[in-house]
């Protein structure tokens, strides 16, 4: 079946989709089910297969819209990578391509990774993407020019604590 969504600036990913109840679904392999096919889910899934397949992480420790609490709202973060104590390493913020990337989509991430505290975050419409590393002391990020391999994201948070 042929996405109905143009192609990302992302690797391609094999991704399996099927029609059900007159709505297109992915399956995603993080979450093990079928999920509704929206821009943001095509870009997240995007994400995921790219972090796995190019960045090395292991599909066990990427979680995919989990709940999380922020000022006493709650809210869902799109993407986040743990390592293998569960300590947050990066956090991603997935927009559907059509929508610009902000400084109120990065205040968003921002405000999400308060709670979360990864040393990195990653916000994309799947055709722009900016990873940060983030300096929690000075409250700064520093973009970087490259999303880092799993075994850099480690390092990245093993020179923070």
């Not at 109840?21 to 929206?38: A, P, Q, S, W």
Request: aromatic letters at 10%.
């Amino acid at each position: 079946m042929q996405s109905p969504y143009p192609p990302l600036n992302l690797p391609d990913a094999a991704l399996s989709l099927r029609e059900s109840n007159g709505r297109t679904e992915v399956y995603d392999f993080i979450r093990h089910r079928y999920i509704i096919l929206t821009p943001e889910e095509w870009v997240r899934q995007h994400v995921s297969a790219y972090l796995l397949s190019q960045k090395s992480v292991p599909a066990n420790l990427i979680a995919i819209e989990k709940k999380l609490e922020v000022n006493k709202l709650v809210k869902r973060f799109d993407l986040v990578v743990f390592d293998r104590n569960i300590r947050p390493l990066l956090l991603a913020e997935c927009k559907a391509p059509g929508v610009k990337i902000s400084e109120s989509v990065f205040d968003q991430a921002a405000r999400y990774n308060l709670t979360i505290k990864a040393p990195l975050f990653l916000v994309t419409n799947g055709l722009e993407h900016y990873c940060c590393r983030i300096d929690f002391e000075n409250r700064l990020y520093v973009f970087l020019n490259e999303i880092p391999p799993f075994d850099g994201m480690l390092q990245i948070a093993d020179e923070m604590s």
